[in-house]
């Protein structure tokens, strides 16, 4: 082997580590970009934990709202066959009389039962558009987990 080929040797030698040194940097590249990845992984989780905790307190609320309306439906049942037998009484005592005040009290008391009702109907109302909300934001929560899960 004469001197020129320890020559060809040397600078094969030599791209050999200039090429393993750019592996080099390229793999700490790497590494950095993934404890980035890792970091950013981290937040998410911890700002997913924040929403699941707040959504966890949204549906605790809408249970307790939940609750209260079941606590009005059956208050408006009671109200309703307590209406129902004045009503029953009403029409025994008009058959018997026919006095007319009592169709004027009779026709008073539908119309604010009609009234109250309305007011109820609008407040369930409200109360569902709420709910439908919630849980748009729940799926949307939903999907970005999974998306995140996806990518993790």
Do not use: C
């Given at each position: 082997?004469?001197?020129?080929d ?45 929403v ?10 809408l ?24 009503e ?11 006095p ?5 009290l009779?026709n ?31 799926r ?13």
């Amino acid at each position: 082997m004469g001197s020129g080929d320890i020559t060809k040797e040397h600078d094969k030698l030599n791209r050999v580590l200039a090429e393993i040194a750019e592996l080099r940097a390229i793999m700490n590249g790497f590494g950095n970009a993934l404890a980035s990845v890792k970091t950013d992984v981290a937040e998410l989780k911890v700002g997913l934990s924040s929403v699941e905790s707040r959504l966890t307190a949204v549906e605790t609320r809408l249970t307790s709202v939940e609750t209260r309306l079941t606590s009005v439906e059956s208050r408006l049942t009671s109200v309703e066959s307590r209406v129902d037998d004045v009503e029953e009484k009403l029409a025994r005592r008009l058959q018997e009389t026919k006095p007319i005040w009592v169709d004027q009290l009779k026709n008073e008391l539908r119309s604010e039962m009609q009234k109250g009702f309305r007011e109820l109907s609008y407040r369930i109302d409200a109360l569902a558009v709420e709910f439908n909300k919630f849980q748009g934001y729940q799926r949307d929560l939903d999907d970005r987990i999974i998306t995140l899960e996806h990518q993790h």
